[in-house]
């Protein structure tokens, strides 16, 4: 079937012909026994494997007058890569689902599938296969599988935490959540997108295309870490899991975020930049515990430690996790 | 947080209130080394590791007038395990991720849930982790990512069918695409929803709960399948595929058929219970080529040979591969 000319919506294409133009732009090499293109894809994962997924929704998840594709894909990618890190794992292989109304341009496809592909080459992984559907008008969402492998290490889980190691964190805190707060302020009541451009692009950088210092998920595994954990719902709400799955309180000194917060308060209100500091999701650094006995690597720094008790202490006072809810829009439990 | 007494809709409780309902339900067993609940789940897989993923809408991929939660989740289990047959692999764990809008119903996602969980078991894989995003009013997506093992074997790919192989299918052909003729039919025009009742239950019982011969897979790789697909776009489409990927032309003997069309023929006519057994999707049978060094297993009937040249023939003429397409409503490529 002859594709009109110039193909400007997915539906101008076959879902053949569309695959022709997405699989070179997501090509990572050849490092999978068997790629995309067949009923499934054959990885040579040696030992244990480490396997996370996530799903992102247009209008839930992202909004299409914020975010380009190409955000959306250092997005879906971090998010994923970020859980594997979390086990002290090395992220090996990704797998992508794509759902988009038949009217979606294909040059946001394209471009979503080139940054795809080029955030896998960065981090070593392949994009080993994937499905496409159509949606209803108005839908969209992109999920992601992703798989690791453990070299050697045990996987570094939540529950491991013990009274006496130290609380540390490779990565920032807050930068996302300054960049939401940053555009939610500027779009509010009857001012628009316009307002947006006005923003300092740097406090937007990490809410729009968030990076994870990866590499550290395996390091602090190696280093002897006790506990990790992704922090996607913010500090307090992922340093309270580490506490329940434990048996364990962590207590965050807020003297150790000095930095977080001078850095937030550049933007915001001190009030503000405490609450993106503490509560502020989908940063991504890691959050770990780590023995006495061990050294905290380089890169890590000790913002508190884990005692006896249950819950989490700011500044040795008990406070509630905060974090976030995706159906009733309001904090979790 | 207190949740209201009677949750009914997804809204009226938090997400971690609706996985402490969900997660039971799923319970596979301790299988995995590490499962749902931590940044992701570690899975004892032995060699290499086969992967797909597949996600179904609303409103594309289901009806939610003709389909109950339960059907879904046998399809979407279903299809995705059918693809990792297909390789000549055995299934071992799925990744599940939901999308759904604040108000649907609690009753139906524990449905899904519960059928998932049975499925799972039924098939010895473990549900091993997932992810609950919220979703835009009118809209559901669930994405399912499978992975499964070797055992040993190689994988049996679409390209290796040679000139002189035996085609052959595990299952049955156009059971599902009867169900959905009978389905379009019963509603098409003004008549209304009724008129499905009066549909034989027979009839649809393989569009709504669709089944494949899972281990049939491993079966025909251990007995030297060179060649192998599951049917999901139907046996023309995925026979052509086979020929393509493999440099060779599939010939298909329709009176080997037989069974398949006198079976639709019960319900439709001649013309359409050939369409449906030639074209049918969603069928989830396993179509195999086998060289005529070895021999063919129990439970898997020849319909055909594989014969020099390209493309797919019909009782000897040459027929253009027919399907569907996911963005464009028509024919594919």
């Known amino acids: 079937m002859p594709a009109s000319p110039q193909p400007r919506i997915v539906s101008d294409l076959t879902e053949s012909q ?6 070179p732009l997501m090509d990572t090499g050849p490092a999978e ?8 894809a054959v990885l040579d994962l040696a030992g244990p494997v480490v396997a996370t997924t996530d799903v992102v929704v247009r209008g839930v998840d992202w909004r299409e007058d914020w975010s380009e594709p190409e955000d959306l894909a250092v997005k ?35 471009r979503l599938a080139a940054q795809l592909g080029q955030e896998c080459r960065r981090y070593g992984v392949s994009a080993a296969g994937g499905d496409l559907s159509g ?3 108005g839908f969209a969402s992109i999920g992601v599988t992703a798989l ?24 920032s805190l807050g930068r996302s959540a300054v960049g939401l707060s940053l555009l939610l302020a500027a779009t ?56 329940r799955a434990s048996g364990v309180a962590v207590s965050i000194d807020s ?37 006495a006995t061990v050294e905290v690597p380089p890169w890590w720094r000790v913002i508190g430690e884990v005692v006896a008790g249950e819950g989490l202490l700011l500044d040795g006072r008990a406070v509630p996790a905060g974090g976030w809810d995706h159906f009733a829009d309001r904090p979790g439990a």
Chains 1, 2 share one sequence.
């Open 135 to 137: 949606a209803p008008p």
């Open 188 to 243: 509010a009541g009857s001012r628009g997108v316009g307002d947006v451009a006005a923003v300092p692009r740097e406090a937007l950088a990490h809410h729009r295309r968030p990076s994870s210092p990866l590499s550290q998920g395996p390091i602090a595994a190696r280093a002897g870490a006790s506990a990790m954990i992704d922090i996607s719902d913010g500090l307090l709400r992922d340093a309270g899991r580490i506490g």
């Open 148 to 171: 690791g492998v453990l070299d050697g290490v045990s996987p570094v889980l939540r529950s491991g935490a013990r009274t006496g190691d130290r609380v540390a964190v490779a990565g």
């Open 255 to 291: 003297a150790a975020l000095a930095p977080d917060l001078n850095w937030a308060e550049r933007y915001l209100s001190r009030e503000e930049a405490r609450a993106c500091v503490l509560t502020g999701g989908e940063e991504h650094s890691l959050l770990a515990c780590f023995p």
């Open 76 to 110: 879906v990618v971090t998010q994923n890569l970020a859980d594997i890190a979390a086990m002290g794992a090395r992220p090996r292989s990704l797998l992508l689902t794509l759902t988009m109304e038949p009217t979606t341009e294909v040059e946001w496809v394209l």
């Open 18 to 23: 569309l695959l022709d133009r997405l699989l």
């Open 33 to 40: 026994r068997v790629g995309p293109g067949d009923d499934a």
